[in-house]
């Protein structure tokens, strides 16, 4: 069974410094069908990445992902205030489409 | 533009059901499944299962097979999510979201509803 362990539990930052989430897979992903989410509280949450490396619409572009195998990684080039939420990454090949435990980034 | 509103928060007993709506607006609902994700406090998020809102056809996770129920109202572009026996550690934020198309086999999930908090408590 696919495990993703997603690192640090929880990042301090201020804003404006740069952000970088991981994403490791227990196994090499077969394909790079690997997606990231933010959840802010009380919204919907929102797609970030797609296929890896792919902006979902209207994402900006101080939001890039990579990575493939194992290792995936979200980066936040330059932290806005309404970027600390919590990230979480998923391998959307079928089912049971699993997620990671979530990074909190939080303000420093 | 596409929306999905979910229905307001429950609380339920344990061993009781709860039923939770997803109206959809803004495309297609026949065209796209409709998955349905839920986040229990201080935990990761968890697939619950998907339905193909034109066939009606619903596959729930393997963990939530004979507990778990997704249909759907084609009339009123709505899906619905039933668990039964409820226990204490199903509290969590049930979130309904727009799958693949439906000719599609593997898409992320690109548009969510707000959530619905489901509460056991005796």
């Known amino acids: 069974e696919l495990v993703l362990t997603q690192s640090p539990g929880t990042l301090s930052l201020s804003p404006g410094e740069r952000a970088t989430l991981s994403c490791r897979a227990s196994h090499s992903l077969s394909s790079n069908y690997l997606a990231w989410y933010q959840l802010q509280p009380g919204q919907a949450p929102r797609l970030l990445i797609f296929e890896a490396s792919t902006r979902a619409f209207g994402i900006p572009n101080r939001f890039s992902g990579s990575g493939s195998g194992t290792d995936f990684t979200l980066t936040i080039s330059s932290l806005e205030p309404e970027d600390f939420a919590l990230y979480y990454c998923q391998y959307y090949a079928g089912s049971p489409y699993t997620f990671g435990q979530g990074t909190k980034l939080e303000i420093k | 533009q596409v929306h999905l509103v979910q229905s307001g928060p429950e609380v339920k007993k344990p061993g009781a059901s709860v039923r939770v709506s997803c109206r959809t607006s803004?495309?297609?609902?026949?065209?796209?499944?409709v998955y349905w994700v839920r986040r229990a406090p201080a935990q990761g998020l968890e697939w619950l299962g998907w339905?193909?809102?034109?066939?009606?056809?619903?596959n729930p996770a393997p963990k939530f097979q004979g507990r778990v129920t997704m249909t759907r109202d084609t009339s009123i572009n709505t899906a619905y999510l039933e668990m039964r026996s409820l226990r204490s550690d199903d509290t969590a934020v049930y979130y309904c979201?727009?799958?693949?198309?439906?000719?599609?086999?593997?898409?992320?999930?690109?548009?969510w509803g707000e959530g619905t908090l489901v509460t056991i408590s005796s």
């Open positions: 339905i193909n809102p034109n066939s009606g056809v619903a």
């Open positions: 979201t727009r799958g693949p198309p439906i000719s599609v086999t593997f898409a992320a999930f690109d548009v």
């Open positions: 803004g495309f297609t609902f026949t065209a796209y499944y």
